[in-house]
T-cell receptor
């Protein structure tokens, strides 16, 4: 069964450093998403991406965040200058369109120290 | 805007007993409704979804859920719990035409032998 692959599975970074979280969506999917889950809290929507541009973003997704699909296969989330409160599990998802057609990756646990 | 409330952050059941996880939603338009399961250190796996049609939806691993519009509910049930059902369960909603998911806070299920 096709999978969404996220790397790395764990990342520890110092406050103020830039991090890039990587995702390989399912190859024929067209819609891409990032969600995050702070420990003990809800899974929260960050951003959706379609046709090489952001289609929607949440208020969490401020100027410190950016997304890119650099080469037609990868989908990345960049946090420019990490804060302690960015520590969370970040999930990538992709969809071929239509309701509920999401496939989630296993997540990247980001710890900012 | 849509939102989800999951009643009970922890549910403990005996093996073989009924599992009942409660989910209520609010949505300004007819919703799509989902249940996801998350096993430790894994991603979010779709259990089942309601988009249209029959209000009783069957999913994987013996789970089912019923959409009740009058009660704005989408409770998840399984007649007989198995040890492998121990996990965290998330209810989620999206509005028609918007594939962004809004998640509930999650319910952790433990199964007693």
């Amino acid at each position: 069964e096709p999978e969404v692959t996220q790397t790395p599975s764990h990342q520890v970074t110092q406050m103020g450093q830039e991090v890039i979280l990587r995702c390989v969506p399912i190859s024929n999917h067209l819609y891409f998403y990032w969600y995050r889950q702070i420990l003990g809290q809800k899974v929260e929507f960050l951003v959706s991406f379609y046709n090489n541009e952001i289609s929607e973003k949440s208020e969490i997704f401020d100027d410190q965040f950016s997304v890119e699909r650099p080469d037609g296969s990868n989908f990345t989330l960049k946090i420019r200058s990490t804060k302690l409160e960015d520590s969370a599990m970040y999930f990538c998802a992709s969809s071929g369109g239509g309701p509920g057609g999401y496939t989630f990756g296993s997540g990247t646990r980001l710890t900012v120290v | 805007a849509q939102s989800v409330t999951q009643l009970g952050s922890h549910v403990s059941v005996s093996e073989g007993a009924l599992v009942l996880l409660r989910c209520n939603y609010s949505s300004s338009v007819p919703p799509y409704l989902f249940w996801y399961v998350q096993y430790p250190n894994q991603g979010l796996q779709l259990l089942l979804k309601y988009t249209t049609g029959a209000t009783l939806v069957k999913g994987i691993n013996g789970f089912e859920a019923e959409f009740k519009k009058s009660e704005t509910s989408f409770h998840l049930t399984k007649p007989s719990a198995h040890m492998s059902d121990a996990a965290e369960y998330f209810c989620a909603v999206s509005e028609r035409g918007d594939y962004k998911l809004s998640f509930g806070a999650g319910t952790t299920v433990t199964v007693r032998a």
